[in-house]
């Protein structure tokens, strides 16, 4: 079992639905959750991160954990075209040290039509 | 867009040959990191440096080594190039107290 799962799509939705993306994990020490935007041959984006359980809204996007299931999920709400992209979860632990190595998902890609 | 550029952004080698990228970041965040993304397996962690000389390994560092001489500079030299090392190069920067990394926009090598 790879220590992070995500599915890798495509997801395919029409502009203005709900899209849910989700990553499962089974490591129990991971306390920050990332999510990453990455446009075809670009870097990735920092879109939202959180430590431990709970959920973040920022405009149209909600990250959401629950550590109890070790599942995240990154939802958008009124999705355009121009959210079409590759999205990766990614997780770290908390070391005392300060530095932060990430464990991605494989990342799912999202194409929203006009 | 955070302040970390990568040169060369494309680089074409061949086998056997040595290769040097560099990421250079305007932050001043003292962790900085090397990653390759490859089709398949995602983002893996090459090596990744807490400070001016002081460097570590992640899950993938067979054929690589780092330096970091100064704050801004985090270089990746892949010895001998092989083909499996075709890939995508990402640099990355984190502060070590806010909780996010930030990427640079990458350099595609391809190793013939």
């Known amino acids: 079992q790879k220590e992070v799962e995500q599915d890798p799509g495509p997801l395919s939705v029409p502009e203005g639905a709900i899209v849910s993306l989700n990553c499962t994990y089974s490591n129990s020490a991971f306390q920050y959750f990332m999510w990453y935007r990455q446009y075809s041959r670009k870097g990735p984006e920092l879109l939202m991160y959180t430590y431990s359980s709970g959920n973040k809204e920022d405009g149209r996007f909600t990250a959401q954990v629950d550590k109890s299931s070790k599942y995240i999920s990154l939802f958008i709400r009124d999705s355009q075209p121009s959210d079409s992209a590759t999205y990766l979860c990614a997780m770290s632990e908390i070391p005392g040290a300060g530095y932060s190595t990430l464990t991605f998902g494989k990342g799912t890609m999202l194409l929203v039509s006009p | 867009d955070a302040g970390i550029t990568q040169s060369p952004r494309h680089k074409v080698t061949e086998t056997g040959t040595p290769v040097t990228l560099r990421c250079h970041q305007t932050?001043?965040?003292?962790?900085m990191y090397w990653y390759r993304q490859d089709p398949g397996h995602g983002l893996r962690l090459i090596h990744y440096?807490?400070?001016?000389?002081?460097?570590d390994k992640g899950e993938v560092s067979d054929g690589y080594s780092v330096s970091r001489s100064k704050t801004e500079d985090f270089l990746l030299t892949l010895e001998s190039a092989t083909s499996s090392q075709t890939s995508v190069y990402f640099c990355a920067i984190s502060d070590g107290t806010s909780g996010r990394t930030d990427f640079g926009p990458g350099t595609r090598l391809l190793v013939l």
């Open positions: 440096s807490y400070g001016v000389k002081d460097t």
């Open positions: 932050e001043n965040h003292r962790y």
